[in-house]
Every structure is written in C-alpha cells, then in structure tokens.
C-alpha cells in the first residue's frame, strides 16, 4: 500500500491550507487514517484521525484543523485554518490503524513539508 500526501507549503501565520492523502489500498474505506507531525528535533506528535464514523483531533490543534476522507477517492484530507508558527513541521499521513499512537499504523506516507511563517 502506498500513501501519497500533497499540498504542504509556506503559509504565513493565521492563514490555511489543505493536506490530501491518497492510498492504493483496495480497502481503504475500511482503514482508520489519521496525520501526524514531526517538528525539528521533535517526536512525531498526533494531529487527527478518522474512522467510519468517528474523529479524533490532538490538543493543539482542537477547533483549528478538521480531518475528513472520501472513500470514493480512496483520499483523506487535512483542513487547516488558523495556522500557527508552531505548527511548522513534517506532516505525515498513516493508513490502517486506530486512535493517537504511531505504532498502532501500518502504513505511512513519505512526509509534505509544511512551513508557517510569523
């Protein structure tokens, strides 16, 4: 299986942008998917995850960002607004697993840089 994400950049502070993840997985609507970030010199840290019916969203970045997916693109998406210098980092999308913990993902995509500037 194979996730490829798109859309990171360089956003000034307070502005948006919009991730998308696409997997080759034949059951992706069956997956839990979720984003993770990892900053310079940081642990990779949990943004949000998606199940059938359900989300979930780390701390930071509560009432800011919004995961959603559409099974028919076989495609999640990473909505956010607000962005905040601290939220510069690596984001990285994660296919079939479940809630907040990296080790509980099987697959991973390759990382799209996003940069906030003040």
């Known amino acids: 299986v194979q996730l490829v994400e798109s859309g990171g950049g360089l956003v000034q502070a307070g502005g948006s942008l919009r991730l998308s993840c696409a997997s080759s997985a034949r059951a992706f609507s069956e997956h839990g998917m979720a984003w993770f970030r990892q900053a310079a010199g940081k642990e990779r840290g949990f943004v949000a995850f998606i199940g059938w019916n359900s989300t979930l969203y780390g701390d930071p970045v509560k009432g800011r960002f919004t995961i959603s997916r559409d099974n028919a693109k076989n495609t999640v998406y990473l909505e956010m607004n607000s962005l905040k210098v601290e939220d510069t980092a690596v984001y990285y999308c994660?296919?079939?697993?479940?809630?907040?913990?990296?080790?509980?993902?099987?697959?991973w995509g390759q990382g799209t840089q996003v940069t906030v500037s003040a």
């Open positions: 994660a296919g079939r697993g479940v809630g907040s913990n990296p080790g509980q993902y099987d697959y």
